[in-house]
Each structure stands twice: as C-alpha cells, then as structure tokens.
C-alpha cells in the first residue's frame, strides 16, 4: 500500500525543512565553484520536468513540454510510479526519459530517490523545472540532481513552506492565472538569457495553452465499443453507437483531497434524472478497478436499468477512446476531467475547494461551482490540505444544475460545437 498523502506531507514538513536547510549552502557554493570556472552554459539541452502526485497535471504541463521542445530541448520527466500512466495519454516524453519513484513504502521510496539522483546526472540532465507548488521533496531533488539551471516557484517575501535555496530561477507563482501559464511561465525561465527578479515577466495567451489530441487507433476504440456493447447485452439492453446517447459518469475523486467528491447520493440522483430525460441513453459509471465497490453503490443507489457499472473495464491507456465515444461526462474535479481534454469529449465538472479559475480542464468543459465565500480553501500556499470537514460547496451543488449544464454540452456534442 502506497504511503497516506498526510504521511507524506508530515515527512516533507519534519525532514524536508532540516535537509533544505542542510543541502543549500552546499548546492550553492558547488554554484559558485561552477561560475567561478565558467562551466554554466546558457541553453537547456537536456531538460527534466518534476512533477510527482498529481497525474492531471501531467496533462496540464503538456503546452509547456512541447514548448521546450520547439526550443530545442530533449525533455525528461519524473514521476511517481503510480502515476506514470498520465504520460502515456499524448507520449509527448518518450518512455526512456521517463524517470519514476517508488511511494509505496519508506524503503523504496530512498532507492528510488537515490537511483534517480545517480540516473540524472549520467543522463547529463543540465535543467530542472520543479512544477510542484512548494514540495520541499522535490525541492531537495532539483537541488542535487546535477543540473546548472534549475526553475520552480520561490515564495519570496511570502510566510511558509520554507524549501531552501535550490533555484538558480525563481519564479513567481501566479494564483490568479490558469496552472498552465504558470507551467509556461516556467518554461520561459528555463530559457531566458537574463536574469529577473522575478520570472517571468511575460504575457502568455490563451492559444499558448491549448492540448494537443490523443491518437487513438481505430482498434482499440473498436475494442472498447465491443465491451460496451457486451456489457449492455449483458443486462438485457440494446445499444447503437449514434443511435443511442452515450454518457459517463465519475463519481469518485482522489485520495489526495477527498472534499472535492460530490455526494454518492447526488450522483445516484442525478443518473435517475438523466435517464428520464434521456430514456434511451446509456449511461456509463466509470472508475478504476479499486473503485468498483464504491460505484456499484452509487449504480444500486440509482437503480436505473440502463446504467451499468464500468468501473475497471478499460485500461488507463484505453480511455481516450472510450472518451471519444461517449458524447458527455460528468465527473468531479479529478484526473478524468483532464484526461479527457485530449479527446473532442464534451464534459461537465464539479468544483468545490479548488477553482475553475486555476485547474479547470482544457477540453470542452463546463465548470460548476457553488462560489461560497470560503471556497477555494486549499492552495499552494496551504499545501493544498484544508481543515474542512463538510464539503458544502460541494454539496450545495443541485442536481438540475448538473443537469441543465450536461443538456448544454449533449446539444453541442450532437451539433460538433
């Protein structure tokens, strides 16, 4: 089992903050060393990309990887090794420059951190952009992994979350433009000439930040139709692709922060109110192998004949094709609603203590938030960990409002809007 995200964060606060401390003046007087000789050179070539928890993110961050690339660079990624699948959707790094560590115990997670420290530097990586919002971990990684430049958020003259010295860039976090101009943002120090203080002062446009397409084969879409069609038989029903609607629905939301699920209830509500509106629809709840006890609660709650428990039916690297066959989904705010931004899937999320604003996915997406006045209640400035036990900005989240929104995005799904 893998290590608890408070298990986590409790080992970056205790030791994270001691080493930081401990490894910055040594990171900077080997700096210094380098400048002194002239051996820092001006241009990435060989760039690294850390990003550990979240797989979403791997998706956000793909508009700055391919902008390193039209910059010359060969690009690299680290990752924990759960999560590496996030990668495989659009495959912009290629596999052997994918770097992974181990989280699912204390012993594993040094080997692995050893072993990439001692990979990086045969590998010649000579520019790191930390893309974690303040992880003392990756933090300690950046610093001693052998690169000349090295890129990530610095606070400042902000109050917490300490992590040391170990940018040779430090960038100022943005917590009022889109997650993936801060990543771009990144970028453009990793690659600049100057120094600034602080990066970057630059404009980035929306077009800057637009996902390319996952390429599906047309066998393993036909392959997933086949399941889909399987399983509806299965249970005594019909279905046509392009007769019959086809709709998802993503119940469940990560570990990482369990405030952003909507009610099980709610979402048993509003498959019951989908079906009727749409009778002949079939109605898909989705989720991986280990979440299948909790959608067939939700599916029971609903009891509504034409929607099926899909929960591990497809592989990771299948669901850009079971998402180009579908015409809407409705999901929490979780990987899925970015994993499905590489697709033309028209989909539906549900906001609570994180905002659109920042982490809204860029696909065809309609956010739905309640905008209470203490929402959104985790940041990079909080860790991204909140004292609220009672979720109600997602509970005040009506059903006809999820409702209303999804027959927006089917009329445009049928009209290729």
């Known amino acids: 089992m893998s290590l608890s995200v408070d298990t986590m964060r409790t080992i970056d606060r205790w030791v994270g903050v001691p080493l ?54 060969e690009i690299f990624f680290l990752i924990f090794k759960s999560n590496q699948a996030s990668l495989t959707l659009l495959n912009t790094v290629p596999p052997e420059n994918i770097f992974t560590i181990d989280a699912s115990s204390i012993g594993s997670l040094i080997k692995d951190t050893l072993s990439f420290l001692v990979q990086a530097r045969r590998r010649g990586i000579d520019c790191v952009i930390d893309l974690e919002l303040f992880s003392r971990f990756t933090a300690l990684l950046t610093g001693l992994c052998g690169a000349n430049r090295r890129v990530g958020y610095h606070i400042f003259h902000g109050e917490g979350l300490w992590r040391g010295t170990m940018l040779t860039h430090r960038v100022h976090y943005n917590p009022h433009i889109h997650i993936a101009k801060n990543f771009m943002s990144l970028v453009h120090a990793a690659f600049s000439n100057r120094q600034e203080t602080p990066f970057s002062k630059i404009q980035i446009p929306d077009s800057a930040i637009k996902l390319a397409q996952a390429t599906i084969s047309p066998d393993m879409k036909q392959s997933v139709l086949e399941r889909i069609v399987q399983l509806a038989q299965n249970q005594g029903h019909d279905f046509e692709l392009g007769r019959h609607a086809l709709f998802l629905v993503n119940p469940n939301a990560s570990e990482l922060l369990v405030q952003r699920r909507w009610a099980p209830d709610s979402f048993s509500e509003l498959i019951v109110e989908m079906s009727r509106k749409w009778p002949d629809s079939l109605i898909l709840i989705t989720g991986s192998p280990s979440e299948h006890e909790y959608v067939e609660r939700v599916r029971a709650k609903a009891n509504v004949a034409r929607a099926l428990n899909f929960a591990g039916q497809v592989k990771f690297s299948e669901l850009p094709a079971l998402y180009d066959l579908a015409d809407v989904m409705v999901t929490n705010d979780s990987g899925p609603g970015h994993f499905s931004a590489v697709t033309k899937l028209h989909t539906v999320v549900l906001f609570g203590p994180e905002t659109p604003a920042l982490y809204g996915s860029l696909g065809k997406s309609i956010p739905i938030t309640a905008q209470l006045a203490c929402s959104p209640c985790v940041s990079a400035a909080n860790h991204r960990k909140t004292p609220c036990s009672d979720n109600v900005c997602m509970k005040s989240i009506r059903v006809d409002q999820v409702l209303d929104k999804i027959a927006i995005q089917y009329h445009a799904a049928l009209t290729h809007d």
């Open 20 to 73: 930081c401390a401990l490894v910055s003046p040594f990171v900077a007087l080997i700096d210094g060393i380098k400048k002194l000789f002239g051996s820092i050179q001006t241009q990435p070539r060989k760039l690294l990309f850390i990003e550990l928890s979240e797989m979403g993110s791997a998706i956000i961050v793909d508009p700055a990887m391919r902008d390193a690339q039209k910059r010359g660079a």
